[in-house]
């Protein structure tokens, strides 16, 4: 537990400079439990505090952890190239508290995609020591065989690779979808290794990582979602 002035507390949860705060709090913006609070030099303890700040409410956190349904042409970084990077899609202060992606989906690419502003836990999840597993699905240009599938599950060849990638699962969905589970976290794998079976990847949306599915969260393209203690639990390898 911590104790910090008011100004000090926004600016650590991503309102702005300390000298923008101070303004915030000095022209009324701010209150805590109904107060409105004018001396930006008040002490408050962190731990569960809730403050409302041009009339929204919001919870003090220590750092932030969001899942996101990524919509399609949305890149995932902060100085995007040829579309909109996902930042957008959170609210401004997500940006000013140095929250970034969690790894990486393809522009058009849709579906869970976490971030933070933790570094330890960018770290973590990204690392390929950890073994979380990824779930997708992906709707190919040719129809889906049982050939197809056996190839996935045993092994493909990819470029570059000392050995060939199999998926953890692989299964059937319709004509033209599969639901495959990976590991490895490769670049483009799915698209590659449906490329190096012989067929073509059209769309591709990541659903779950780890035990944590999209279809828990109910959130729409484009919604987002902070993640409890429970929800990241289920981020954890087996």
């Known amino acids: 537990m911590s104790k910090l002035s008011l100004d000090r507390i926004l600016q650590s949860q991503g309102f702005g400079t300390r000298k923008w705060c101070r303004e915030l ?20 303890e962190t731990d569960g505090l809730s403050f409302t700040i041009f009339d929204e409410d919001w919870e003090y956190r220590e750092h932030v952890y969001i899942a996101l349904n990524k ?36 522009h058009d690419t849709t579906g869970m995609l976490l971030m933070s502003d933790d570094g330890a836990f960018i770290h973590a999840q990204s690392s390929p020591r950890r073994h979380v597993p990824k779930l997708y699905v992906a709707t190919t240009h040719a129809p889906v065989t049982d050939a197809l599938i056996a190839q996935l599950l045993s092994g493909v060849q990819l ?30 794998q799915v698209k590659r290794m449906l490329a190096a079976a012989g067929n073509h990847c059209e769309a591709l949306c990541r659903t779950m990582i780890g035990k944590l599915s999209l279809e828990s969260l109910e959130l729409e393209e484009g ?8 929800q990241l639990s289920l981020l954890a390898p087996e």
């Not at 709090?25 to 408050?44: L, M, P, Q």
């Not at 100085?79 to 508290?97: A, D, Y």
């Open 223 to 230: 919604e987002w979602c902070f993640l409890d203690a429970a």
């Open 159 to 188: 470029h570059d690779e000392p050995a060939p990638l199999a998926a953890q699962s692989c299964r059937k969905l319709d004509e033209h979808r599969i639901e495959i589970v990976l590991e490895q976290g490769k670049y483009h």
């Open 25 to 44: 709090i000095a022209d009324g913006e701010v209150s805590i439990g109904g107060e409105v609070i004018k001396d930006y030099r008040t002490v408050f």
């Open 71 to 106: 919509p399609a042409n949305f890149e995932c970084s902060r100085k995007p190239s040829h579309h909109p990077g996902v930042l957008t899609l959170l609210p401004e202060q997500f940006t000013w508290r140095d929250v970034q992606p969690v790894g990486r989906l393809d």
